[in-house]
């Protein structure tokens, strides 16, 4: 049997990867943001890969490296699921992820990676709008 210790997740390094991921789904809690997408069949890297960011207003950095020791910890076990699967996530830190339970933390994101790893709906593209657009006057003559 695998444990979580078994499973390598990849890495986002580069500010290309943060930025594309950033421009997929969103996760929100109070204690952190989840960013991710879903990489195209095309590219080389497989699995899961993530990356952190804790801005400078959480706190000084011993607090800002404490909260992603706990993050990168509960992604690892949330995150065990969704190994394989070719998606990038950013996981933003939020204050409250520093006194947070940790079981609350692998809770959101296990929460947060199912919304962000869905797949899209068939048959739409992401510039179609929900709605049609609204005949005018002129159209229906």
């Known amino acids: 049997m695998r444990t979580r210790r078994d499973v390598a997740l990849g890495r986002l390094r580069k500010r290309p990867e943060f930025l594309a991921a950033a421009a997929g789904r969103r996760f929100h809690t109070e204690r952190l943001t989840l960013q991710g997408r ?76 199912k919304a962000v790893t869905r797949p899209k709906a068939p048959g739409r593209s992401p510039d179609q709008a929900t709605k049609p657009a609204p005949e005018t006057a002129r159209e229906r003559t």
Do not use: Q
């Not at 890969?49 to 990168?72: D, M, Q, W, Y």
């Open 38 to 113: 879903r990489r195209p069949e095309t590219e080389a890297v497989s699995g899961l890969r993530v990356g952190f960011t804790i801005t400078k207003r959480v706190g000084h950095a011993t607090e800002r490296n404490r909260i992603r020791r706990r993050l990168r910890s509960a992604v690892a076990e949330a995150g065990f699921a969704f190994a394989a699967e070719p998606v990038d996530i950013v996981v933003v830190g939020r204050r409250d992820a520093l006194s947070a339970p940790y079981d609350i933390l692998i809770e959101d994101l296990s929460r947060g990676l």
